[in-house]
T-cell receptor, first 112, second 109 residues
């Protein structure tokens, strides 16, 4: 099993450009999450999907949208990137919303 | 609101010594706690967990201690090795998982 995979690993965007971060899990988990991690700070929840067909805002949802494409895939979209969105983005999944989470390797995004 | 925090942002330990990483939590309703390890350039990885009906749990070279009276969680790593160098996060669960900011463990040769 690959676990949680994320693409791309690295991305550089100019301010105002858009992009989608992809995440997939092969553990048949119901719940999936998107976090951002900034230097000196912990993981901050952007959006989550408790189960297929549902999505909810986390702590820092502004500037992002998500799509739970199917049970395996959960994508994060930046419609108009801003320098404040420079960060490392982690996708995670769990069997249920309260179960321990498994993380992907991360996407390092720089917005200039 | 509830928060999970760590006493020290950086901990330096001599190779071979034991490491103790501490975590305070504020939500007395939390019933499950997790420690994650994050190596440079990688995503967090599960190390060990403990439920609130326990006060100690041991894994391979790691032990988690839970003191519900003072709302304190610790991770002990025995015989610390260079490969233990990482950021360690604690997390607590009430109805959702909340992550702390992390402690960086630095191994001295």
């Amino acid at each position: 099993n690959a676990g949680v995979t994320q693409t791309p690993k690295f991305q550089v965007l100019k301010t105002g450009q858009s992009m989608t971060l992809q995440c997939a899990q092969d553990m048949n988990h119901n719940s999936m999450y998107w976090y951002r991690q900034d230097p000196g700070m912990g993981l901050r929840l952007i959006y989550y999907s408790a189960s297929e067909g549902t999505t909810d805002k986390g702590e820092v949802p502004n500037g992002y949208n998500v799509s739970r494409l199917n049970k395996r895939e959960f994508s994060l979209r930046l419609e108009s990137a801003a320098p404040s969105q420079t960060s490392v983005y982690f996708c995670a999944s769990s069997e249920t919303p309260s179960a321990r989470q498994y993380f992907g390797p991360g996407t390092r995004l720089t917005v200039t | 609101g509830e928060s999970v925090g760590l006493h020290l942002p950086t901990l330096s330990v001599q190779e071979g010594d034991n490491s103790i990483i501490n975590c305070a939590y504020s939500n007395s309703a939390s019933d499950y706690f997790i420690w994650y390890k994050q190596e440079s350039g990688k995503g967090p990885q599960f190390i060990i967990d403990i439920r609130s009906n326990m006060d100690k749990r041991q894994g391979q070279r790691v032990t988690v201690l839970l003191n519900k009276t003072v709302k304190h969680l610790s991770l002990q790593i025995a015989a610390t090795q260079p490969g233990d160098s990482a950021v360690y996060f604690c997390a607590e669960r009430d109805d959702k998982i909340i992550f702390g900011k992390g402690t960086r463990l630095h191994i001295l040769p």
